[in-house]
C-alpha cells in the first residue's frame, strides 16, 4: 500500500485546507484509515480516523467540531477538511492505514497502523 497526502501550505488563523491521502494498492473502503500530525518538538498525535463500517473517529478536544474526515471510494482517497485553524494546528499531517486493528480506541495509537503517507506541512500563521 503506497499512500500519498497532499493539501498542505500556509494559512491564516482562522482559515481553511483540505488535506487528502490518495491511495494504491489498497481500496481504503477496506481498512481502517487514520490522520495524524507531528508538530516540531511534540510526539506524534491522533487527530481523527475513519473505518471501513463509515466509523468516524476524532482526537477529544482539540479538532472535534472543526476537522472532518470522510471518504471518496470512486477516487480511493480520505480527505481531511480543517476549518477554523489555530496556529496549533501547525504540523506535519500524515495519513496511515491499519490493516488489522479493529475499530475503536486502539485507532488512536499510531503503532495500530501498517503504512504511511510521507506527509504534507500545514502552517496556520498568527
Known amino acids: 500500500v503506497q499512500l500519498q497526502a ?5 494559512v ?3 482559515g481553511s485546507l483540505r488535506l487528502s ?13 487514520g490522520w495524524f500530525r507531528q508538530s516540531p ?3 506524534r498525535e491522533f487527530v481523527a480516523a475513519i ?32 476549518n477554523s485553524l489555530k496556529p496549533e494546528d501547525t504540523a506535519v499531517y500524515y495519513c496511515a492505514v491499519s490493516q488489522y486493528t479493529a475499530w475503536g480506541p ?3 495509537r499510531g503503532s495500530s497502523y501498517d503504512y504511511w503517507g510521507q506527509g504534507t506541512l500545514v502552517t496556520v500563521s498568527s
Not at 497532499?6 to 500556509?10: A, D, H, P, V, W
Not at 491521502?21 to 484509515?33: D, I, P, Q, T
Not at 482526537?59 to 472535534?64: A, E, H, I, P, Y
Open 51 to 82: 473505518g471501513r463500517s463509515g466509523g468516524i473517529r476524532y482526537d477529544g478536544n482539540s479538532v472535534k467540531g472543526r476537522f472532518s474526515i470522510s471518504r471518496d471510494n470512486a477516487k480511493n482517497t480520505v480527505t481531511l477538511q480543517m
Open 21 to 33: 491521502c490518495a491511495a494504491s494498492g489498497r481500496a481504503l473502503s477496506n481498512v481502517e484509515v
Open 106 to 108: 486502539a485507532l488512536n
Open 12 to 14: 491564516q488563523t482562522g
Open 41 to 43: 518538538g511534540k510526539e
Open 6 to 10: 497532499s493539501g498542505g501550505g500556509l
